[in-house]
């Protein structure tokens, strides 16, 4: 199977594709990756990029994971012009989509229903997949208050963080009811 990782620095922070490589091998599941990312870039950063076409277009993916910009987020309007591009190169392939819905920063936890809102409004609009990231973020913060999911920058995921992320998305994919 393979996974295109599509997003900037909170995809590939402490190399989380490869951790959720590692979960899948773990539980069985032969998983390649690849990751186009860039810091502080979003979605329309992606959408105006010939390699993220390409990549889609001809990687043979079967999972496309998207995340956008998060803190801040900017304009939905921006996110979702954008996602709609990437949207119609994926409708063209045999990919799944999965929309990696981010966390707010640290002290801003009231900020995630706004973000969450945006990701399920994409997700209901290309009836896609949603990996709640965001939303799992919170809740174990306050499950495990004292697991430190930030990275010192509080933005940013700790290696505790990465793993949440990449655990929460191979759930989302429901990869161990799909095994080939």
């Known amino acids: ?68 910009v998060a803190h801040p987020m900017g304009e939905f309007s921006v996110m979702e012009k954008a996602a709609d591009q990437i949207m119609e190169w994926i409708d063209q392939t045999n990919a799944k989509a999965c929309l990696f819905m981010t966390w707010t920063k640290d002290g801003d936890e009231a900020g995630q229903p706004e973000m969450s809102a945006r990701y399920r409004q994409l997700a209901d ?29 509080r933005r940013h995921a700790s290696p505790e963080g990465s793993r949440l992320i990449a655990k929460t998305i191979f759930e989302t994919l429901d990869l161990l009811s799909r095994k080939k």
């Open 1 to 68: 199977m393979r996974t295109l990782f599509i997003g900037n620095s909170h995809t590939y922070f402490n190399d989380m594709p490869k951790i959720f490589r590692d979960i899948c091998a773990e539980n069985g599941i032969d998983m390649q990756v690849t990751m186009l990312t860039k810091g502080g870039m979003g979605l329309d950063y992606h959408a105006d990029n010939e390699q993220t076409r390409f990549n889609i277009l001809f990687g043979n993916y079967d999972y496309i994971i998207l995340q956008h």
């Open 125 to 153: 609009k290309y009836g896609c997949l949603l990996a709640p990231v965001g939303e799992k973020w919170w809740e174990h913060i306050h499950q495990f208050p004292k697991v430190d999911l930030f990275y010192k920058d």
